[in-house]
Nanobody, 125 residues
């Protein structure tokens, strides 16, 4: 079992930067990790993912070039750095990890086992 606690959300102006974090109850070494987001009335959307070895990272088309997924050296905190934020980035952001996620499934939310509670990001124009 892995408990995940998200933090760092908030309300910002368009064009700003924000970093959301997700603290894990154990080291994430050997775990694939990802961020998904869900806006009101919409389905949960893939944002970013990192493979178990860290050798592969993937981003959703709408965030590519603006968002970066990373982990700390101790590997029990994962981050999502968000730059050049847009109003359409407004959503609840969920962190998730899994130790059986294969590379081809990194974008699939059903591939992950443990989820954080979500942290709200609101971007105003």
């Amino acid at each position: 079992q892995v408990q995940l606690v998200g933090s760092g959300g908030g309300s910002v102006q368009a064009g700003s930067s924000l970093r959301v974090s997700c603290a894990a109850s154990r080291t994430l070494s050997g775990y694939a990790m990802a961020w998904f987001r869900q806006a009101p009335g919409k389905e949960r959307e893939f944002v970013a993912a990192r493979s178990r070895t860290g050798g592969y990272t993937y981003y959703g088309d709408s965030v590519k070039g603006r968002f970066t997924i990373s982990t700390d050296n101790g590997k029990n905190i994962m981050y999502l750095q968000m730059n050049s934020l847009k109003p359409e980035d407004t959503a609840a952001y969920y962190c998730t990890v899994g130790n059986r996620v294969i590379t081809s499934s990194l974008r699939s939310q059903t591939a992950y086992d443990f989820w954080g509670q979500g942290t709200q990001v609101t971007v105003s124009s």
